[in-house]
C-alpha cells in the first residue's frame, strides 16, 4: 500500500527557513503529479505547491519566491525548501502524490513560525 510519510517541521522564528521531506513507498506506479499542501487551524486545507512527472511546478502566490518544491526522483522523496518563513505560513503540511485521479496523504507535520 502506498505511504507518505512527511517530517522536518518545527518551530521557527520569522525569517528563518526549514526543509520539509516527504518519504514514499508502495507506489508500483509512478504518480503524475506530488504536491504539498497545508492546513491552519479552523481553515481548509490549501495547495502550496506541486510538480509534475515531467518538472513543471506551481506554487500558491503566497508562497511563490519563498518556497520550492523538488524531488530528486519524483516517486520516493518529495522536499519543501521554505524560506523567509511568515507567521501566516503556520499550518500542518501535508505531502501527496496522484495518479489515476486518486490521491493519496501523507498524515502531516507541524510547522509554527512565530513572530
Known amino acids: 500500500q502506498v505511504q507518505l510519510v512527511e517530517s522536518g517541521g518545527d518551530l521557527v522564528q520569522a525569517g528563518g527557513s526549514l526543509r520539509l521531506s516527504c518519504a514514499a513507498s508502495?507506489?508500483?506506479?509512478?504518480?503524475?503529479?506530488m504536491a504539498w499542501y497545508r492546513q491552519a487551524p479552523g481553515k481548509q486545507r490549501d495547495l502550496v505547491a506541486t510538480?509534475?512527472?515531467?518538472?513543471?511546478?506551481n506554487y500558491a502566490d503566497s508562497v511563490k519566491d519563498r518556497f520550492t518544491i523538488f524531488t530528486p526522483d519524483f516517486k520516493n522523496t518529495l522536499y519543501l525548501q521554505m524560506r523567509s518563513l511568515k507567521p501566516e505560513d503556520t499550518a500542518v503540511y501535508y505531502c501527496?502524490?496522484?495518479?489515476?485521479?486518486?490521491?493519496?496523504w501523507g498524515q502531516g507535520t507541524q510547522v509554527t513560525v512565530s513572530s
Open positions: 508502495g507506489m508500483i506506479f509512478r504518480p503524475s503529479t
Open positions: 501527496a502524490a496522484v495518479h489515476g485521479g486518486v490521491a493519496y
Open positions: 510538480i509534475s512527472s515531467g518538472g513543471s511546478t
